[in-house]
């Protein structure tokens, strides 16, 4: 059974399936991005506190699914952890503005956030202070477990999918 990382959701395919056989894992950030990622999140942490919202660090999750897809059968475990997570909502934070080919990702992200926590609200909180309110949607929910049963068949196949070339400029697998 494959394990896919809930952050993966609607990404560039290709990018997903290169990093699905690196070992250990996906490259590695570098310490300045990853340092920019907690200094987002600790001025998310702040801003939160000071609009009256109770949050804590949310707990690792795991969704274990099985469903048909292209005629067949598959099983895989979707495993993350958001944010944080406030009374009612699921709270994901992104350390940049909002970058238009990235919105599709991230809210199926949070999506599934929201599907593995059991709540139905999520606010998505960018770098440069906007915010997007999100309401739990089915349709992206199963857009996103289509897409890794997708890619679960492409691995399982060893057939490389095509890029998307709106994330292919960064990827580290643009040239294979």
């Not at 494959?2 to 056989?21: N, Q, T």
């Not at 609009?51 to 660090?57: L, N, P, S």
């Not at 202070?129 to 857009?143: A, E, H, N, Y």
């Not at 890794?148 to 057939?159: Q, V």
Request: glycine share 8%; charged share 25%; hydrophobic share 40%.
């Amino acid at each position: 059974m494959f394990r896919f990382p809930v952050s993966w959701a609607l990404r560039c395919m290709r990018y997903c399936f290169f990093s699905y056989f690196s070992k250990p894992g996906p490259p590695r950030l570098p310490r300045p991005l990853k340092e920019r990622g907690r200094m987002a999140e600790r001025r998310a942490f702040l801003w939160l506190k000071n609009m009256g919202i109770d949050v804590k660090r949310a707990g690792n999750r795991e969704l274990h699914v099985r469903l048909t897809h292209n005629g067949r059968m598959e099983e895989f475990t979707l495993t993350g952890r958001a944010d944080y997570l406030a009374e009612n909502a699921v709270v994901e934070v992104k350390a940049g503005r909002p970058r238009t080919s990235y919105i599709p990702a991230y809210l199926a992200q949070l999506n599934l956030y929201m599907l593995m926590y059991g709540i139905d609200q999520g606010l998505l909180l960018f770098g440069d202070g906007t915010f997007l309110r999100v309401r739990r949607s089915d349709f992206v929910i199963r857009q996103s477990l289509s897409y890794f049963s997708e890619l679960a068949g492409c691995i399982e196949d060893f057939r490389v999918p095509e890029g998307d070339y709106a994330f292919c400029a960064s990827c580290p697998y643009r040239v294979l």
